[in-house]
């Protein structure tokens, strides 16, 4: 079975918790004894009725206060396809949450009150899912039981929000879907309350939505993680090195460089878990073996020889600042980009891009916490790269203090 990362996002009570948890006790994807914690703990707070986002909401705080503010991740499959959940926070403050829980999504649910229609926040979540390159929305249009299942409702804000989204470039597919997550309609059976709504429910449209072509399988890329070396008589002239294929497909006889040396040789062998195999492609970790005798190391990247990727010190990104310690004019970090770490400086502040009207904003040098906007790096070693539409693993990068240690940006090449 495939795999399907998804994500969920909108305002705050919007009801993204519910959802994942009625979509989990739905599917029976629980344990019995998850379900009676949760029918306790819901008997304890006083909630009318079984509160099921208490199955992704874990931290004290959260259940106090009934909202979610660390990503919390859950996993569940179905006869047709495997699962991970990442139920993000919808709070402003918690923006750093959400692009950290949807960097690795194929997918993302945007939930929309149906009493509010589409809000600031549904605007910022879904810029977020496109500068992210989410090219798959689900846009569920939630608690339709409070607009006694209103069709004019839901058309009404499918409009505005298709108003919105044409503004956005990353975007594949959207999918609407009136549900109510309290009462399960339309999230995994199909609702006798709304005839009128003829498409798929929820996880219809989640097993059977095509995310197959979002790896780029045409230029190959392989960043060096580790050199196998074994001290055995019976592998002694071994040397391997492992990493995870972020692009391309490599086959044994292939022609590859090196970088940053220049040197060209061939694929020997690829040895995976189970063995030799014929051919290897993203996201997939394996070992190569090379024709000849390179110095190759962590950091360096095999790629094929009519195929190579940007090399450079000067670097213009999209970053989401993270740290709580706003940036300094001119700051200087560690930059960590797939295998390879470098030092790096900011050299300006191009913009910030207000995530609500989608404007960007000019004349800063700084930013704050869960500020996001263009800069302009200088790193003090090469980086071997491709733009972050075009590769979301060489095309992404994070910045740490070099005094803390403090992962304190995420960015994405532009």
Same mark, same amino acid.
């Given at each position: 079975?495939?795999?399907?990362? /998804?994500?969920?996002?909108?305002? !705050?009570?919007?009801?993204?918790? &519910?959802? =994942? ?24 707070? *006083? ?44 709070? =402003?403050?918690?923006? +750093? ?19 509010? %229609? ?17 090219? @798959? ?29 044409? +503004? ?7 999918? /609407? ?17 709304? #005839? ?11 097993? @059977?939505?095509?995310? *197959?072509?979002?790896?780029? @399988?045409?230029?190959?890329? /392989? ?6 070396? #074994? ?15 972020? %692009?391309? !497909? ?61 090399? %450079? ?24 980009? &797939? ?12 913009? @910030? ?7 960007? =904003? ?10 996001? %906007? ?14 972050? +539409? +075009?590769?979301?693993? &060489? ?20």
């Amino acid at each position: 079975m495939d795999l399907l990362r /998804f994500t969920t996002a909108g305002s !705050v009570d919007d009801g993204k918790s &519910t959802l =994942i948890g009625r979509l989990l006790y739905d599917s029976k994807s629980i344990f019995e004894d998850q379900l009676e914690a949760v029918e306790e703990s819901s008997r304890r707070r *006083g909630d009318g009725n079984v509160n099921l986002a208490l199955l992704t909401d874990g931290l004290k705080a959260e259940r106090e206060q009934g909202i979610t503010i660390d990503v919390a991740y859950r996993y569940f499959a179905t006869p047709r396809r495997k699962f991970i959940i990442a139920d993000t926070p919808g709070h =402003i403050q918690y923006t +750093r949450n959400m692009v950290t829980g949807a960097s690795t999504a194929n997918l993302a649910i945007i939930l929309i009150d149906a009493r509010k %229609g589409v809000i600031e926040q549904t605007k910022r979540h879904s810029f977020v899912a496109n500068l992210l390159r989410i090219q @798959h929305l689900v846009v569920a249009v939630n608690k339709m039981d409070l607009v006694d299942y209103s069709e004019a409702v839901y058309d009404g804000i499918c409009e505005a929000f298709r108003e919105f989204a044409s +503004r956005l470039d990353n975007i594949v597919e959207i999918t /609407f879907i009136p549900i109510s997550a309290l009462n399960g309609d339309n999230v995994v059976d199909k609702s006798s309350n709304m #005839p009128w709504y003829e498409g798929p429910t929820l996880l219809y449209h989640l097993e @059977h939505v095509y995310v *197959g072509g979002e790896e780029n @399988h045409v230029e190959a890329r /392989f960043p060096v993680q580790w050199v196998i070396r #074994p001290m055995t008589d019976e592998w002694h002239d071994f040397r391997g090195y492992a990493g995870r294929v972020a %692009g391309g !497909v490599f086959k044994p006889g292939d022609a590859v460089t090196v970088l940053p040396s220049g040197f060209s040789t061939r694929v020997r062998e690829i040895h995976g878990p189970a063995g030799a195999l014929a051919e290897a492609f993203a996201p997939a970790s394996v070992c190569l073996t090379l024709e000849d005798e390179i110095d190759i190391s962590r950091g360096d990247m095999l790629v094929k020889s009519n195929n190579p990727p940007q090399v %450079g010190q000067n670097i213009e990104a999209m970053v989401c600042w993270f740290s709580p310690r706003p940036m300094p004019p001119r700051a200087r970090f560690v930059l960590r980009h &797939t295998t390879l770490e470098t030092k790096a400086v900011v050299q300006a502040v191009r913009y @910030h891009v207000d995530i609500n009207t989608l404007h960007k =904003i000019e004349g800063v040098d700084g930013f704050a916490m869960n500020d996001i %906007g263009r800069v302009s790096l200088r790193t003090a070693a090469p980086l071997f790269y491709d733009s972050y +539409r +075009r590769n979301r693993q &060489t095309g992404s990068f994070v910045l740490i203090d070099p005094d803390t240690n403090e992962t304190v940006a995420a960015g994405m090449i532009v």
